[in-house]
């Protein structure tokens, strides 16, 4: 079936630094892969996805390159700030799915 | 624009009691879904529903049951609370079901702990 592995973190940054979470997949066909972000206390936002090998997701200075050849998306941001502390989820969707598999999630510090 | 509202947002249950979460969305969605949240795995499917009058069950299952009461409701059941359900539990929908590659929109969360 089909599965998400990402980086579990915890991850504590200063303001400024750079942020890169990973995310590998397993998946039959051409699945479509997600970010989504919960802020605390809050449900799931999409932040970005793509839909296609090499597709470059982007959002909120976040971005994300599917990558079929090593199945991965991993997500990316040059100057991380407070306001970005949050759990990040990775998630794919297959292409005869109905449903979303997530990852485990990563939980995100960022101290100023 | 409210979205994917759920109620309750907190509820602390004894164990064996029962009780229902409610889950309504106004996007005119044809799929929706149950999903709980537990540290370091992430969400997981509990029953979701590809369109009003369809219900199929996810990776977890077991101690819940569903009701798509029409287009915009879809409610969870928990007939014997336990505490290994203790979790917060969300609801989403989502535009199309298969063959789609659109995201899902998430409700705030129920957190429930049973005692």
């Known amino acids: 079936g089909n599965s998400v592995t990402q980086m579990e973190g915890p991850v504590t940054l200063s303001e400024e630094a750079f942020l890169t979470i990973n995310c590998t997949y397993t998946?039959?066909?051409?699945?479509?892969l997600f970010w989504y972000v919960q802020y605390p206390g809050e449900g799931l936002q999409l932040l970005l996805k793509?839909?296609?090998?090499?597709d470059k997701g982007s959002n909120k200075g976040f971005e994300a390159t599917y990558r079929k050849e090593t199945t991965s998306f991993h997500l990316e941001k040059g100057s991380v700030q407070v306001s970005d502390s949050a759990v990040y989820f990775c998630?794919?969707?297959?292409?005869?799915?109905?449903?979303?598999?997530f990852g485990a999630g990563t939980t995100v510090t960022v101290r100023a | 624009n409210a979205g994917v509202t759920q109620t309750p947002k907190f509820q602390v249950l004894k164990t064996g009691q029962s009780m229902t979460l409610q889950c309504a969305q106004d996007?005119?969605?044809?799929?929706m879904y149950w999903y709980r949240q537990d540290p370091g795995m992430g969400l997981r499917l509990i029953y979701y529903?590809?369109?009003?009058?369809?219900?199929d069950k996810g990776e977890v299952p077991n101690g819940y049951n569903v009701s798509r009461l029409n287009k915009r409701e879809f409610s969870l059941r928990l007939e014997s609370a336990a505490p290994s359900q203790t979790s917060v539990y969300f609801c989403?929908?989502?535009?199309?079901?298969?063959?789609?590659?659109?995201?899902?929109?998430f409700g705030q969360g129920t957190r429930l702990t049973v005692v």
């Open positions: 989403a929908s989502s535009e199309k079901g298969n063959r789609e590659n659109t995201e899902a929109f």
């Open positions: 998946a039959t066909g051409y699945p479509s």
């Open positions: 793509a839909t296609k090998a090499d």
């Open positions: 998630a794919l969707k297959g292409s005869n799915d109905y449903k979303l598999s």
């Open positions: 996007m005119n969605h044809n799929s």
């Open positions: 529903s590809a369109s009003e009058g369809t219900t």
